[in-house]
């Protein structure tokens, strides 16, 4: 998965500033690819709340949706900025500590 996410986004060039040629080549696979990471949060968190094998996993999913779409909102703000690739790494992070808490409910039952 690593490869094939660093083969649609490479790490741009040192002193790269060309913004709009990645923006537009991007723009269609973050369009997808973001709102299906923060739909298929919201909807495991909606499915725990009627199934019993999760208690309270519901809360932890609506809460990690919220922080990704107000990490969303800053790294908004960040664009120009050198600490956008900042936000999009918290935001990485709390989908991946997400990840892992739900596969440690799994694991632990």
């Known amino acids: 998965m690593a490869t094939i ?3 649609i986004c490479p790490q741009d060039a ?5 913004h709009n040629a990645r923006a537009n ?4 696979v ?7 990471s923060i ?12 199934a019993s094998a999760l208690p309270g996993f519901n809360l932890y999913s609506y809460v990690t949706v919220a922080v990704i779409v107000v990490i969303a ?5 960040a664009v120009k900025t050198r600490y956008a690739g900042l936000s999009e790494r918290v935001a990485a992070l709390v989908t991946h500590q ?12």
């Open 73 to 77: 909102g800053v790294g908004r703000l």
């Open 25 to 28: 080549s991007q723009g269609p």
């Open 5 to 7: 996410g660093t083969a």
């Open 98 to 109: 997400w990840l892992f808490v739900l596969a440690l409910r799994l694991l632990l039952g």
């Open 39 to 50: 739909l298929s949060t919201l909807f495991l968190g909606l499915w725990s709340t009627h």
């Open 14 to 18: 040192e002193g790269d500033t060309d």
């Open 30 to 36: 973050f369009g997808v690819l973001i709102p299906a």
